[in-house]
């Protein structure tokens, strides 16, 4: 198993940036990472992923271009860095480890098994 911790969420204007952490409690080179987010009355949708080596990540299209992930496994940390933020980026944001069909790429949040508590993303106009 393998715990996770999110931090370094805040309160930003809209274009501003952030970068999020995601710290697991033991070493996690073998896990592949995604992040994902949750706003106020919607489903957990999936942001972010990256494979155990870093040499693959994927993004939804709606942060495409504006959000990169990245991680340092001798750290044992993943991050999020965000850019030019807009308001509907508002969200809890959740770093999560695959746990089920890991060797492709994946957002189906079910094959995840291992979650932070969130970090909070608010985004003012």
């Known amino acids: 198993q393998v715990q996770l911790a999110e931090s370094g969420g805040g309160l930003v204007q809209a274009g501003g940036s952030l970068r999020i952490s995601c710290a697991a409690s033991?070493?996690?080179?073998?896990?592949?990472m995604g992040w994902f987010r949750q706003a106020p009355g919607k489903e957990r949708e999936f942001v972010a992923y990256i494979d155990a080596l870093q040499r693959e990540t994927v993004y939804a299209d709606s942060v495409k271009g504006r959000f990169t992930i990245s991680r340092d496994n001798s750290k044992d940390t993943l991050y999020l860095q965000m850019d030019s933020l807009k308001p509907e980026d508002t969200a809890l944001y959740f770093c999560?480890?695959?746990?089920?069909?890991?060797?492709?790429?994946?957002?189906?949040?079910?094959?995840?098994?291992?979650w932070g508590q969130g970090t909070q993303v608010t985004v003012s106009t």
């Open positions: 999560a480890a695959c746990v089920k069909d890991c060797m492709e790429f994946t957002g189906d949040l079910t094959h995840y098994g291992y």
């Open positions: 033991r070493p996690f080179h073998n896990y592949v």
